[in-house]
């Protein structure tokens, strides 16, 4: 139980151009998700929570704009990085909170290279 | 901001070896949680602790709960070459509305042969 997937496991796109990343509980209704990107050989950096239903909130330094978050349903959240450029490049993993419980379950990560 | 401090940054030791790693925090925290990240993965739940003093195993695996709530330990027995890999400890502060989780910078395992 507690699965969760994320599409597409990686991704090259030109600079310019937008990616959605999906990310999606399987087995398990998820009223909040979270949105992390993770850099080489570093821990985990929260970018934004998303509560199904209502606008995400965003931790400080992150552009809402460029990250578009969208949690339409209690299972799927997406995240759009709009106008990408290189240094957007990075691991991006989602993770989801199940029910009352504080445990979070981690999807498998989408791999963005830029060009 | 609430700081996690998770030691070793890095560990090698021999297959069959005993581990040993934790993670302190500067403020009290309610939930502890332990996971291993494979490269190119997402991390994986090994263990959640929710009490003070609370002592959990999974397998190998034993997780602490510090009873001071600033401090949670993980420990491997008998380490094999499946548990390379980065282990994360993740905390939760009480009254913290949106369920964040803050995450130590991790323990780099790896296994020599």
């Known amino acids: 139980g507690a699965v969760v997937s994320q599409h597409p496991s990686r991704v090259i796109c030109k600079s310019g151009t937008s990616v959605k990343i999906e990310c999606r509980s399987l087995?398990?209704?998820?009223?909040?998700m979270f949105w992390y990107r993770q850099f080489p050989k570093q821990s985990l950096m929260l970018m934004a929570t998303?509560?199904?239903?209502?606008?995400?909130?965003?931790e400080q330094g992150v552009e809402k704009d460029k990250f578009l978050i969208n949690h339409a349903s209690l299972t799927l959240s997406t995240l759009t990085v709009t106008s990408a450029h290189p240094e957007d490049s990075s691991f991006y993993i989602c993770?989801?909170?199940?029910?009352?419980?504080?445990?979070?379950?981690f999807g498998p990560g989408t791999r963005l290279t830029v060009t | 901001g609430q700081q996690l401090n998770q030691s070793p940054q890095s560990m090698f030791i021999q297959e069959g070896e005993d581990v040993s790693m934790n993670c302190t925090s500067s403020?009290?925290?309610?939930?502890w949680l332990w996971y291993k990240q494979d490269p190119g993965e997402g991390p994986v739940l090994l263990i959640a602790l929710y009490k003070a003093g609370e002592l959990t195993s999974n397998g190998r695996l034993t997780a602490q709960f510090g009873i001071t709530r600033k401090d949670s330990f993980l420990n491997i027995s008998a380490s094999i070459p499946s548990d390379v890999g980065i282990y994360f400890c993740?905390?939760?502060?009480?009254?913290?509305?949106?369920?964040?989780?803050?995450f130590g910078q991790g323990t780099r395992l790896t296994i020599n042969p």
């Open positions: 403020s009290i925290f309610n939930t």
């Open positions: 993740a905390g939760r502060y009480p009254f913290q509305v949106a369920q964040k989780l803050v």
């Open positions: 993770s989801a909170r199940v029910g009352q419980i504080y445990e979070q379950y």
């Open positions: 998303s509560n199904e239903g209502s606008k995400a909130t965003y």
């Open positions: 087995d398990f209704q998820a009223t909040t």
